[in-house]
């Protein structure tokens, strides 16, 4: 067998086209980072949730921007690859490629909103809670955020064809031992909130009124759901309604 022969064989010619893809590839990659970085995308997105998220996961928008353009010649290089050297039924092989590459840009599109929607969510139920003084309630905006991300998950893998029925029960199993592990780790912020309940329903003191709770004293300054907030001369107290019912109350009058 001469060169001429050996380089016309249609691996040979895979391979070059595949070897040539990836340096392509990585060298389009790069000079994106770099065109991105030069039109100050990275100062754009600053703050943004995607990056937010992205920098949890040690990288970055321009990072990602950057690899899936790699990603995307890398995976035309690999198809012009095995086309070349026939193996597999070319006509089969493109109809599948067809059928199935929209079903991964909608499995990417849901995992990228995905990450946006759970970082959002996290940041929503923090502010909300914000105000909640209980150490337990610190846990719940991280709930949330993974609990998006798991589903965000389950929806991108039905999307490319995988199995998730054992996923699903996984997910049953996860949200039933959420119920059960909250229902004792938060058994003091649930007790706290129907003490708060009975506060604001009952009032039996109010804003401006003088108090000490256990050896807590003040003027009480807030009563909301889950605490209530009593201040003297240099501190500030934030007692849990539900040390309301389990210790003495003083109320005192002028």
Do not use: C
């Not at 039924?89 to 909608?106: K, L």
């Not at 909640?132 to 709930?143: C, D, G, W, Y």
């Amino acid at each position: 067998m001469n060169w001429q022969t050996f380089l016309d064989e249609p691996a040979v010619i895979a391979a070059a086209v595949l070897a040539l893809g990836f340096v392509v590839g990585y060298l389009v990659g790069r000079l994106n980072k770099e065109l991105l970085a030069a039109s100050g995308v990275p100062d754009a997105v600053e703050g943004t949730p995607f990056e937010r998220t992205a920098q949890s996961l040690g990288t970055s928008t321009v990072e990602i921007v950057a690899r899936l353009s790699s990603w995307f010649i890398y995976g035309i290089a690999v198809l012009t690859a095995i086309h070349i050297a026939q193996l597999l039924d070319t006509e089969a092989f493109w109809f599948q490629v067809t059928q199935y590459i929209p079903q991964v840009f909608i499995a990417v599109l849901v995992l990228i909103l995905g990450f946006i929607v759970a970082d959002k969510a996290e940041l929503v139920v923090s502010e909300y809670l914000r105000s909640v003084k209980l150490p337990e309630v610190s846990i719940i905006p991280r709930l949330v955020k993974y609990s998006v991300l798991y589903v965000a998950f389950l929806i991108a893998l039905g999307q490319i064809g995988v199995y998730i029925y054992p996923l699903l029960i996984l997910l049953a199993v996860y949200a039933a031992g959420i119920v059960v592990v909250g229902a004792v780790t938060f058994k003091d912020f649930l007790v706290s909130s129907a003490a708060g309940i009975y506060l604001l329903l009952n009032q039996p003191y109010g804003i401006g009124d003088e108090i000490q709770i256990g050896d807590q004293a003040g003027i009480v300054q807030e009563v909301d759901l889950f605490v209530t907030k009593i201040e003297d001369d240099s501190e500030e107290y934030i007692i849990p309604n539900r040390r309301v019912f389990e210790e003495e109350i003083v109320r005192v009058r002028d």
